[in-house]
Structure formats: C-alpha cells, structure tokens
C-alpha cells in the first residue's frame, strides 16, 4: 500500500541489527580469545583482534589433548546414528502410510507415547540396561540405543502421506515390490522433509551431552561436547584453549546449518519440537 | 487361514517397521516402564535390588536437597521463561515486518540454537568471568562495579539464566514467526480500512492470533525449563555453594555418583509428575486467553 514511511523501515532494520550484534558478538569473542597469548588474555582493555594473533592454543589443543580423535568420534557418531535414525524411521513410516496391517494405529501411538515422556524418566534403567548388555562404555552403547527416533517416524508419516499414489501404483502394475517402490519412488520424492529428519538427527546427535557423559568413561571414547567439558575441569582458565575446542566444534555443525538453513527452519516451523 | 502370501505380507511389514519399533521398545518403551520398578527399590548395582516400597518417594519428598534443587528449578524457570518469550516475541513481531535483510537476521538470532551447550556454556563462563571477563569490562566503561555472577552465589543463576536465553531465543522466534506468518493478511487489510493504527493491530489482531503459538512456545520452554541440566553441569556444577543445584543434576548425581539408582529413579518420575501437573494446568487455564479459529 505504501503508506508506511521509509524510515520505520529503517529504524527496524537498526533495532533489528543492533541486536543481531548483540547475538553474533560472543561468537566473534569466542574466536578472538581462542587465538590470544595466554599472556594477554587478562589484559585490560581486551583487544577485539589478538596482538598478536596466536595459534598456540590450537596446537596445544592437538598434542596434549586427544581433540582430533574427539572430532572424528563426533562425525562417527553423528553419521552412523543419522543413517540409522532416517532409514529406521523413513521405512516405519512407509509401513505406516502404505501397509495396512492390525494394530497399525496402536503402533503408532506408541511411537507418540514416547515423544510425549521425557528422556530423564528412562535413563537409569537404560543405563542399568546397556551395562547388562555391555554396551558401556562403546561406541554402540552411544549409537544403538538412539536408532528408533519418534519425531523423524512422525515427520515422515506426514510426509508420505502427502505423495500422490499414481505413481506407485503404475510402479506395482509394472510388478515392482514394496522395497523398490520404497526406495526408488517413496524416498526421492520426499527429498526436503528427509532432509528436515537427517539435519535435526545429526544436531541432535552432534550435540548431546547427557547421555555421552554417563555412557563414556575413556577420553579416547568421547565426543566433543563430553571432551570440552573434561577439558574445563583439566584446564581451569586457558580460556583461549578453551575456547578453541569450542570454535572446533562450533565450526561444523554451523556449516551444516548454513548449508541447509532451510530444512532446520521448516523442521522447527512444521512442529516446533526439540530435541 | 495364513498362507503363503500371508507370510510374505507379515515378513514385508516386519521388515519395513522393525528396524524403528525393536529400537524403540527395548530402548525406550521397555526403560520407561522399568524405571517405575526400580524407583521402588534399593540398588546400587553391586548387590542385587532390594524391594523398598514407596520409601525413594518418601526420601525425595522430605530431602531438603530435593528441595533446593526444585526451588533452583523454579527460580531458573520464572527469570528464564518471560526473558525467552517476550525476547522471542519481539524480534518475530520484528521480523515479520518490512524490514532490510530478515533472512539472514533470522539466520543470525538461530545460531545460538545449533549451538550445544556445553560450548554455550563455557562461552558465558568466559564471557562472564570476574576475571578478565568482556561483560564486566563493558559495564565498567558505563560506570558499573560488575558482580561476580557465576562465582557468587547471588549472581550465578542469572548467569545460567543470561546463557540460557540468548541459546533458546531463536528457537522460540521461530515457532512464533511460524505462527505470524500464519495470520490472514485480510483481516490486516480490514484493521486498515477501519483506520486501525499500527499499535491497535499489533494488540487487537497480531498478539490474539499469535496466543495459540505462545502458548505451544510456553509449554515447550517450560518442559525444557524443568530439565535443566547441561549448562549448569557446565557452568556451575550447581555450584557455588548448591546455589544453582537442579532437579535434573541431583538426578545424575544420585544415580551415577552416589550409586542410588532407586532413588534417582523416583527423583525422575517426580519431576515427571510436576511437569505434567505444570502442562495441564497451563492447557487448562488456556481457555482465559488462548484465542483460537479466525
């Protein structure tokens, strides 16, 4: 309509900016400190760009403390238990959407039920559980357990059940099977809400720290959230190495979300559910 | 009668629901359940569980330990729910107007969310320490004799409070931008021509429209709230002096610390039950100002 002035715009776009700063600020302090001396980091003022700029802190981050293998168990982790928690829950929701069966809602629900309770009621006997099955301790004990994911079969139900059916029914009178159908039609056709499941398993992954610090007791065993906050018991005020193993393992998962903003964003508009 | 396509129909299902439903019942159905069993016993995994009775819930109802934490729990959630909602509301409100660049503000504001704690926290510690700490360098320069914030035991849950709400803030702004972005634009239309101003729309159109979103905001940042667990095993390990012990750290504590499994259990279950109490009673009381249909 155009009746709004041109300098609401602006003012806006300033209140908009000035807190954007507000909220980018400590990311850019996390970086400068991480490349400070250990002798400037308590000098006054505090210097926004290191003099000099020092990369001492992320060499003693790779000799003295096992980070490089904390990263590689992250990625591990974090990929294996992607793969699984997409493929387990995109097949749940084909059988959900395109096999009838009895019992097919009750089963459903049960995959709701879980969402509704939250992780702290189980964690005892899982972990009670996992000790009998030896699982602590492991790479698998921080894996298998997270294989079923509630929220992906409920994303992608929705998801499948939005797909025209032409196209899988030209596919079966051409005599293909289910898993083809599942596979070469189903799947590929729902490439963005997939994509919504995988990004939210791997953050989620990637990210986690309780159960990671009740499983893992080997340094060699951890992932990086576990290990950095090892560290800060190890290395009370290094800030700067500090704050270097926190830029690894920020870097990541921030290119991960630059790369496909838009699916984490249409993940958290189309439910609104956390982790 | 089962035959042979039968089979082959059973075998397909099994095959395509399996991977997702084994996982979920030996992991998380078959746990739930369990833990209500081991909340009524005592174990220490060392010597075989003794059947206790109701005495876990008994202690934890009476620990003034429990007490504390819940306290804390409630201290942390009454700073950090308004500061979460009402910061999220405005930058959405913001955000949903004309305005230079809202794809990557958005962008901006979310980055703290894909954030783990345990970096969020140790950035807040750093950033918020005493010594050498750029937040109470800044309010020097503005005349004021910062705190001690995380090392006093006055100031240490607002430090976690301050960390939480700039990681969460985003994640909030997103669901009530989804629920703005969800507002007819006739009824915005029809304001104008009866000479709404700008405020009057925001009040009498935007914000009714917005509450069946701030209410889902609410619930999920209360349940969140409730479970406050990794910034303060980060920050202050409910530290300094138990001024920022939680139900969740006593939790962990008791459990794999202490080695009182039946006890944590039953700690759980009883946060569980508030949580749950806290949930209806917000859906109830809803109806006094959730506005729903158009």
Do not use: C
Not at chain 1, 242 to 255: D, F, K
Not at chain 2, 194 to 203: E, H, V
């Amino acid at each position: 309509m155009g009746t709004e002035s041109r300098a609401g715009v602006w003012v806006r776009t300033i209140i908009i900016a000035l807190g954007g700063v507000v909220f980018l600020f400590p990311f850019v302090w996390m970086i400068s400190t991480s490349l400070t001396t250990t002798g400037e980091l308590f000098k006054l003022p505090p210097q926004l760009i290191p003099n000099p700029v020092d990369t001492s802190a992320y060499e003693r981050l790779f000799t003295q403390v096992p980070i490089l293998r904390w990263v590689l168990n992250s990625v591990g982790i974090a990929l294996s238990v992607t793969l699984l928690q997409v493929l387990s829950s995109a097949m749940a929701a084909y059988a959900f959407t395109r096999l009838n069966f009895r019992g097919r809602n009750a089963i459903f629900v049960l995959f709701l039920a879980t969402l509704m309770v939250p992780f702290q009621v189980m964690i005892v006997p899982l972990f009670i559980e996992l000790r009998y099955m030896g699982l602590l301790d492991s790479y698998a004990g921080l894996i298998i357990p997270e294989m079923a994911m509630p929220f992906g079969v409920f994303l992608l139900r929705q998801a499948f059940m939005g797909l025209p059916r032409e196209l899988e029914e030209a596919a079966f009178v051409d005599g293909a099977g289910h898993v083809r159908v599942f596979f070469t039609l189903v799947l590929p056709l729902s490439k963005p809400a997939v994509a919504t499941v995988a990004v939210f398993s791997f953050m989620g992954s990637w990210n986690n720290f309780l159960w990671p610090l009740i499983v893992i007791n080997s340094p060699e065993l951890m992932t990086l959230p576990l290990g950095l906050s090892s560290l800060s018991s190890r290395f009370v005020t290094d800030w700067n190495l500090l704050l270097g193993g926190a830029t690894i393992s920020v870097l990541p998962i921030v290119a991960v979300f630059l790369f496909a903003q838009r699916y984490v964003l249409q993940g958290v508009a189309m439910s609104g559910l956390k982790g | 009668m089962v035959g042979d396509r039968g089979w082959r129909k059973v075998g397909l299902v099994a095959l395509f629901l399996f991977p997702a439903l084994i996982p979920l019942v030996v992991f998380r159905l078959f746990p739930m359940v369990a833990s209500l069993g081991v909340s009524l016993t005592e174990w220490n995994l060392l010597r075989p569980p003794v059947f206790v009775g109701i005495e876990n819930y008994a202690n934890v109802l009476t620990d003034p330990k429990f007490h504390k934490a819940l306290t804390n729990t409630l201290y942390y959630m009454v700073g950090y729910l308004p500061l979460v909602l009402i910061g999220a509301l405005t930058i959405a409100v913001l955000l949903n107007s004309r305005l230079k660049g809202s794809t990557f503000f958005r962008g901006i504001y979310f980055l703290p969310v894909v954030t783990s704690w345990v970096v969020v926290a140790l950035l807040w510690k750093w950033l918020l320490s005493p010594e050498g700490g750029i937040v109470n360098f800044l309010l020097g320069l503005v005349g004021i004799d910062g705190p001690g914030w995380w090392t006093d035991p006055n100031w240490a849950m607002p430090s976690i409070i301050i960390a939480s709400v700039w990681k969460d803030l985003g994640f909030n702004m997103l669901i009530l931008l989804a629920g703005l972005q969800g507002i007819p634009q006739h009824l915005y239309e029809a304001a104008t021509i009866d000479g709404a101003s700008k405020w009057q729309k925001l009040r009498y159109v935007t914000l009714p429209l917005l509450t069946p979103s701030i209410l889902f905001a609410m619930i999920l940042a209360m349940i969140g709230a409730f479970q406050v667990f990794d910034q303060v095993w980060v920050m202050t390990e409910g530290g300094p002096a138990g001024a920022t012990t939680v139900v969740m750290e006593q939790v962990v504590k008791n459990a794999f610390r202490y080695g009182l499994m039946g006890e944590a259990s039953a700690m759980s279950w009883v946060l569980f039950a508030i949580i749950l109490l806290f949930t209806v009673f917000q859906l109830r009381f809803q109806r006094r100002w959730v506005h729903y249909g158009d």
